[in-house]
């Protein structure tokens, strides 16, 4: 028996005491007689992932929404909710794990039994203590709680409400990210006269407002979804989905500094939504979000400078009919690494790119039926070993469970990047423009349906062009019209190549 077939027949999710007893059996078996199969046989569902582990109790709770965060030990840190929304009984719980995902500290209730408490999120600071934030209800509407443990689980600060909503539902989704002084950066909404309206908070490192509420959102705007990424200047990176009258699922974008001040207020990307963002080393902002403008629902890639300047993208990361959640991570060297569920065929999948965009590891799906069972809402960190650590929900014991795997992100044959000259691509030539530019496009040979469409900067389509019209030639002369003859105003336009497999976008700037 060859080590491939030994791991075929041992392999499987680890969930059961029998599990574990087989687990520690594969240990001693590779010790003895398969010592170069080691590596294969803990990594080996997909190559390079470790089996599922089961991170909650085997009972009938019903839980979601979880997050994780590493410490500089390399230890794991996860947190999720009870998931009882409807009785408004939900909790705050959490594990700690060894880098293989061995109990460090089992499920523990950290929200003091506050009725309702959910969607929390984790962030491990640098003194390797936890800081935790979710929902919770209060006497003016849903707020944000917080608390802070020790790396032994001891608490340090208790579980308290940190601001208090201002009425109605919202704080959907809040996101949180610590600055280089350990400070708390949370954007989350509420619903306080009929609309979301997005709010950025900062705490300190015990979980006072420091800025209790700054409304980030434009007014009488629907701003839903965020996202949050910091600098290592401490300015704040904010990103979420607007609807107004007009358009809906505009990506929109909102820099704040350390203190709160408003650098870029609201500037529109076309459309998207849940984005999530990350800086690197030379501030730049890398950010994952959804599309569903088609084909499917989309996972997309944008890069931008600190003005907000559009560097790289946006670069369709995945066209399946049902993407969602994306999240993002960054390794020590520079690597992105991103991770989303699929609906159907359900699973998640993963994909590693450098920062221009391009694959190092092409999506893969990492779980997937019959191990896994309507997976989702995934979310991804980075040890300081380069390793990766994936959390998500999951429904095969018969009720919502959260599950854990490890990738390795070493040793993995990395596949050959995808060369740009076979995507669909889009040249502009002038660019910026005052009476006409040509729109040239490429590599759409033996595409099923083309389309080109171009957005103004409010993320409203104001002129497309038809499949016969872009067939006849291998450009398009525009002339800063809509489609009714119309001459647009000067300002920044997105232009949109649409094929079967694959979108891409161009900026252009029109000048008069």
């Known amino acids: 028996m060859n080590g491939l077939s030994f791991i075929t027949i041992i392999r499987g999710p680890v969930y059961t005491v029998g599990n574990k007893l087989n687990k520690l059996l594969q240990h001693l078996l590779i010790c003895c007689l398969l010592p ?65 995902g061995d109990s460090l500290i089992p499920e523990t209730n950290i929200s003091s039994n506050v009725p309702y408490s959910h969607l929390p999120k984790i962030a491990v600071d640098a003194s390797n203590n936890i800081q935790f934030i979710w929902r919770e209800a209060s006497p003016q509407g849903l707020g944000i709680g917080h608390t802070k443990l020790a790396n032994d689980g001891s608490e340090i600060v208790p579980s308290h409400l940190a601001v208090s909503g201002a009425g109605g539902g919202g704080t959907n989704r809040p996101e949180m990210v610590l600055n280089k002084y350990n400070e708390i950066n949370i954007i989350w909404d509420e619903l306080p006269s009929g609309y979301h309206q997005m709010n950025y908070t900062k705490l300190d490192t015990l979980g006072d407002p420091v800025i209790a509420k700054i409304r980030v959102s434009l007014e009488n705007v629907n701003a839903l979804w965020p996202g949050i990424g910091v ?33 870029i207020d609201n500037k529109f990307f076309g459309f998207g939504y849940l984005p999530t963002m990350i800086a690197d080393r030379s501030q730049n902002i890398h950010m994952v979000y959804g599309d569903h403008t088609g084909p499917g629902i989309s996972i997309e890639y944008l890069k931008l400078d600190q003005e907000a300047n559009i560097l790289v993208g946006p670069i369709t990361l995945s066209t399946y009919e049902n993407n969602n959640c994306p999240h993002i991570a960054m390794d020590s060297l520079q690597y992105l690494h991103v991770v989303w ?83 669909p691509r889009i040249t502009v030539f002038p660019n910026p423009f ?45 002339t800063g019209t809509d489609d009714i003859g119309n001459h647009l105003p000067a300002g920044v336009y997105f232009i949109q190549l649409d094929t079967d497999k694959f979108k891409t976008t161009i900026k252009i700037v029109k000048l008069d």
Do not use: C
């Not at 994780?68 to 230890?75: A, F, G, R, S």
């Not at 999948?349 to 221009?356: E, F, R, S």
């Not at 496009?441 to 033996?446: E, H, L, T």
């Not at 099923?448 to 104001?462: E, F, H, N, P």
């Open 36 to 100: 170069t199969a080691y590596p294969l046989l803990l990594y080996a569902y997909p190559p390079g992932w470790s089996d599922d582990i089961l991170l909650t109790p085997e009972d009938d709770m019903q839980r979601s929404s979880p997050d994780l965060d590493v410490d500089t030990y390399n230890n794991v840190w996860a947190v999720w909710d009870s998931g009882s929304w409807v009785n408004n009984t939900a909790e705050i719980l959490y594990t700690k794990r060894d880098s293989l």
């Open 434 to 478: 005052s009476r006409l530019t040509k729109i040239s496009f490429g590599n759409v040979q033996g595409a099923k349906s083309i389309g080109l469409k171009i957005y103004d900067a409010s993320g409203r389509l104001v002129r497309q062009f038809d499949y016969p019209t872009i067939r006849q030639s291998d450009h398009i002369v525009w």
């Open 231 to 263: 600098d290592s200047f401490a300015n704040n990176h904010m990103a979420y989905r607007t609807d107004d009258t007009v358009s809906a699922y505009r990506l929109t974008y909102t820099k704040l500094d350390k203190d709160g001040n408003v650098l």
């Open 341 to 423: 569920h699929l609906e159907d065929p359900m699973g998640i999948m993963y994909t590693k790119i450098d920062t221009l965009g391009d694959f190092v590891i092409s999506p893969i799906m990492v779980v997937y039926p019959p191990d896994a069972v309507w997976p989702a809402l995934p979310r991804i960190a980075v040890d300081y070993s380069n390793r990766l650590h994936l959390v998500w929900m999951d429904q095969r014991l018969g009720s919502e469970d959260i599950y854990y795997k490890r990738g390795e992100n070493v040793g993995i044959k990395e596949t050959e990047q995808l060369k740009t000259v076979n995507l």
